[in-house]
Nanobody, 125 residues
Framework: QVQLVESGGGLVQSGGSLRLSCAASGRTFSTYAVGWFRQAPGKEREFVAAISRSGGEKDLVDSVKGRFTISRDNAKNTVFLQMNNLKLEDTAVYLC??????????????????WGQGTQVTVSS
């Protein structure tokens, strides 16, 4: 089992940057794939990005490609989401999620078992 805590959210102007962190408990973090999701008010939760257990495989939703980067530091039990050129439509609560993986792949967005509480990202004009 793994516990996840997000941080790094805040208020930023359009075009600005933020780096979100997802810190995990446990000694086996390197066996978990991790994903980032977001949920805006009145909207369904949306997949944003994911990274495999080693970091060798990554996936991002089309709307953030070229602006967001996902990475991980298994020695620090942390996954990062670097968000550049933020837009108003990126405003949402961002959550990270994890799934134990036997191999190095990116899970389907519906297959995550563990979730953090989320961190608010607000982009202003």
């Amino acid at each position: 089992q793994v516990q996840l805590v997000e941080s790094g959210g805040g208020l930023v102007q359009s075009g600005g940057s933020l780096r979100l962190s997802c810190a995990a408990s446990g000694r086996t973090f390197s066996t978990y794939a991790v994903g980032w999701f977001r949920q805006a008010p009145g909207k369904e939760r949306e997949f944003v990005a994911a990274i495999s257990r080693s970091g060798g495989e990554k996936d991002l939703v089309d709307s953030v490609k070229g602006r967001f980067t996902i990475s991980r530091d298994n020695a620090k039990n942390t996954v990062f989401l670097q968000m550049n050129n933020l837009k108003l439509e990126d405003t949402a609560v961002y959550l990270c999620a994890a799934r134990f993986s036997f191999s190095d792949y990116v899970p389907h967005p519906n297959d995550y078992a563990y979730w953090g509480q989320g961190t608010q990202v607000t982009v202003s004009s």
